[in-house]
């Protein structure tokens, strides 16, 4: 069936030929009323509906899921359904602006993201395109109802798209506070690694150093601990012998005052070599001999040395430790310096989170930037919702009315057409049983006839038998 958009005016209807002698054919009459005298979208005092609009308008109103068929009737109302298709298009571009933006923060700058901003842009065009179409028609009674959960949609969709768009105007402000929060971050860290990993290599027992330890190849601890015994082994010996070096001396004093005749408590003042000076050196040389002070003073040199070489390799050790942890500790930071180099969109939102808690004016900028982002989202919903009742809506309205009568009775026709043919099959089905229960009933007495016969004509058979038995037949 041709539509009322498909149907040529009356410029358009072909001309008819007609052979030559026969009479003038008149032109048949038009189908639908149109005005062609007139700019196609004056209306006052012109015949309805006017043509029908071909062009970009009508894919903008397309869009929004106008049916121009309807709106043909009142055509006054094309530029504002045009506009609003406008608007809706408008929406989507700045979504795929916003989703450009974030992506490009996110994965770099690559030509493929054109794909990724387009179907974004075509999935809120569509979101706000059923948003718009699903209110055609609605009665101006049930706004709440209507609007309200289409407007808490947009607003939700208007803040996802804000945002991005929001980090890209005041990326400056937030590329330098990500850059100021880590190099803090990482002074912060490198204190508490350099903390936790002192040069000694020492391991410590705090427990807020777990995590930040350095690995190494050997910590001087078991030379330390070597050279403490050592040193304690020394110290003992060192000890010992001057105790046995101060004995000995006693001894030998005694022994040459004895000896020299001076006089003192145990002396006798007797100058020679006599029986005293003679037991007090042999006393001196028994008791150099039982303490073995050669052996002692060996000893502690022995010791000596072994502290020495001990010192030494810890002193070693101990450079080669602080070396090896300086190095650990700055390849630490690095990677960790390394791991903060990308910034995401996790990170622009916290930059700039901290710049809005920091500084009221930033705050301020970006409430109502983000504000008017989401408003501007909103804008299809807001300007359907704000413009009264159009002779559109109140047309569309009507025609829902009319088809939900048409559709009503159409089902009413198919009731009864469907109950005609199930009423019809039910007599057939009744008529078949009938049918059958008096072929049923023929065949049954078709077979008691039949029955009926073959037992008369037993019974004939067995009378003549009888009676043959009775009454032999003479040779």
Known sequence: MTTLDERPSVDEQPPIRRRAGAPPVSTPPVERPVRVSLPNDVAIGALRPVMPQRGVPRLLRRVIGVNEDVLDWVPEERPRYTRLGLIVLNTGLLAAVSMHMALASVLGGHWWLVFADLIWAVIIITADSWLISSTHGAARTSLLGTYLPRLLLSVLLGAVIAEPLVLAVFHQSIDNEISETRKADIDA??????????????????????????????????????????????????????????????????????????????????????????????????????????????????????????????????????????????????????????????????ALGSLSSTHFSVLMAHVLLALLLIALDCLPVLSKMMSANTEYDSRVRRQLDVSGRLHDLQLKASEKRDSVDFELQELRFRQ?????????????????????????????HLAATLEKARNPVPR
């Open 189 to 350: 860290y490198g204190s508490t690694v350099k903390r936790c990993n002192p040069p000694t290599g020492e391991i410590p027992t705090d427990p807020s150093c777990a995590g930040f330890l350095v690995v190494i190849s050997e910590r001087p601890q078991s030379a330390v601990d070597e050279l403490a015994r050592a040193t304690a082994h020394r110290d003992g010996l060192a000890a010992r012998v001057g105790d046995v070096d101060a004995q000995l001396a006693e001894l030998e004093r005694l022994a040459r005052d004895e000896c020299a005749g001076r006089g003192g408590p145990g002396l006798t003042a007797v100058p020679g070599e006599g029986p005293e000076c003679t037991r007090n050196r042999d006393k001196a040389d028994q008791f150099r001999r039982d303490s073995q002070v050669e052996q002692l003073h060996a000893d502690l040199v022995v010791a000596d040395r072994q502290v020495s070489e001990l010192t030494e390799k810890v002193s070693n050790a101990s450079s080669q430790t602080e070396r090896e942890i300086n190095t650990a500790i700055n390849a630490k930071i690095d990677e960790k310096r390394k791991n903060l180099a990308e910034r995401g969109l996790l990170d622009k939102f916290e």
């Open 432 to 460: 078949k049983l009938r049918t059958g229960i008096e072929e049923i009933g023929g065949e049954d007495r078709t077979a008691k006839a039949r029955r009926r016969m073959e037992v008369d004509a037993q019974i004939d």
